[in-house]
């Protein structure tokens, strides 16, 4: 080529598809996996439903399905949308605020993309990675972020989010993910309160992420964004991914909020738009599913029966792992996730598992190095001498060591067993180097 024509990266991986490069050459090997590093429900043995499946038959039927959208998104159902926020009565929606892409990833690439490159979002940490990747790419530095307490059920760290915000001023909006991805917390409306309070006070406006909002157990209760923004800016993300769960239909959403009340954030809200007007519209056939799956008879129970799910794996991790010496574990209460955390000075280079075929020990070992943070080095001999496939928790931006692993697996017997292996060899790579 003429000149390098490659954009600088940022030194980071998107380690949950990464890591799977890894276990592929570990297959070729012979080295049975199991999958924890994603959370695609159908990859773990998920069934939709056969109501589900004949609602989307039914559809394929009309023409309409085939054709573009608007750009925004089928008005049908962002009208049906507007409706279910607006019957809680806290705030009145039109369907006009509420904009479709192609997956929730699309949409917050377009959201950190349209802003001023000096223009900053504090977000969680750990984070998930889509956010993260998002706004380093649209800034070029790490973000700011305020931390969330892992020896407080992960709570997030209300005082620091509010110093940061005051003290820097390039700060323009707070990321919210509830529940949250990595950690399964479940944001308490007083929180929710209080960090809307801040935005207020400080000139802020609102992302919150609300993937996983029908995704809650263990008797935890929050409140959507929705119900206490007041006329504070700000926008809800959701989507079917993990819902219904249809993630290869790659649908996601945004309901804009108090965008009339601030002109500032009304160019904003345009210039995503504008950006959206390039590809023309989202995806038909999900968009047009989604009033007719959502309000099907069987949606409710459906729903409730994969939470109790989700519970019970819930309840299996935390029951085999809180008292495993070395880490710090708490119970997941929303999305399926579950987060554990090494105690500091755990870990180090020295430790290892064994490995018993070679191949598969000299391959892991080769692309290990003395940089390698030290969470990733346990993931990578995990995988090797196991086959258990989790996510380091320093991907997600974090200086906390630990791994995240998923509570999707459909044979709670099979499930109980990975844990239980997890935790073995949790306490034997920590004593290896003693």
């Given at each position: 080529m003429r000149f390098d024509i490659a954009k600088s990266g940022t030194g980071l991986t998107y380690e949950i598809r990464n890591i799977v490069g890894v276990a592929d050459k570990l297959r070729k090997y012979?080295?049975?996996?199991t999958w924890e590093n994603i959370g695609d429900p159908i990859a773990k043995g998920e069934t939709v439903p056969d109501w589900m499946k004949d609602t989307l038959i039914e559809l394929m039927r009309d023409d309409g399905s085939y054709a573009y959208s608007p750009t925004k998104g089928i008005n049908e159902t962002r009208e049906f949308i507007a409706e279910e926020v607006s019957r809680r009565g806290k705030y009145q929606l039109h369907?006009?605020?509420?904009?479709f892409f192609n997956g929730l990833g699309d949409a917050i690439a377009r959201a950190y993309s349209a802003m001023r490159i000096d223009a900053?979002?504090?977000?969680?940490?750990?984070t998930y990675s889509t956010h993260l990747l998002s706004e380093i790419h649209h800034a070029s530095f790490p973000p700011n972020t305020y931390r969330m307490n892992p020896y407080h059920n992960w709570h997030p760290d209300i005082a620091e989010l509010e110093r940061k915000v005051k003290s820097h001023n390039t700060i323009v909006g707070a990321l919210v993910i509830n529940p949250d991805n990595p950690t399964g917390f479940v944001y308490p409306p007083k929180t929710i309160q209080k960090i809307v309070s801040i935005a207020k006070e400080y000139d802020l406006f609102l992302i919150f992420d609300e993937t996983y909002r029908n995704i809650i157990y263990n008797d935890q209760q929050t409140l959507p964004l929705s119900d206490?923004?007041?006329?504070?800016p700000g926008m809800s993300m959701k989507g079917i991914s993990k819902e219904f769960p249809w993630p290869g239909a790659r649908c996601g959403w945004i309901e804009v909020y108090n965008a009339d009340k601030d002109e500032t954030f009304s160019r904003y809200i345009a210039a995503i738009l504008t950006q959206k007007m390039s590809e023309v519209c989202s995806t038909t056939l999900p968009q047009m599913a989604i009033p007719k799956i959502m309000t099907h008879p069987e949606y409710g129970a459906y729903l409730e029966a994969r939470n109790r799910h989700y519970e019970r794996l819930s309840s299996t991790a935390f029951s085999i792992l809180k008292d495993v010496p070395y880490i710090v574990?708490?119970?997941?209460?929303?999305?399926?996730?579950m987060t554990v955390v090494f105690n500091e000075a755990v870990l180090n280079s020295r430790q290892n598992l064994a490995v018993d075929e070679p191949a598969i020990r000299d391959y892991a070992e080769s692309i290990m190095s003395d940089k390698m943070e030290y969470d990733k080095r346990f993931v990578y001999y995990l995988l090797a001498a196991t086959g258990i496939c989790l996510v380091p928790l320093t991907s997600f931006f974090t200086s906390l060591p630990g791994f995240r692993l998923t509570l999707l697996e459909k044979d709670e017997?099979?499930?109980?067993?990975?844990?239980?292996?997890?935790?073995?060899?949790?306490?034997?790579?920590v004593?290896?180097?003693r």
């Open positions: 012979g080295k049975k996996i369907m006009e605020d509420i904009i900053r979002i504090i977000m969680p940490e750990p206490v923004i007041g006329d504070v574990v708490n119970r997941t209460n929303g999305a399926f996730y017997g099979r499930f109980e067993e990975t844990v239980q292996t997890i935790a073995s060899k949790i306490v034997e790579y004593e290896s180097s």
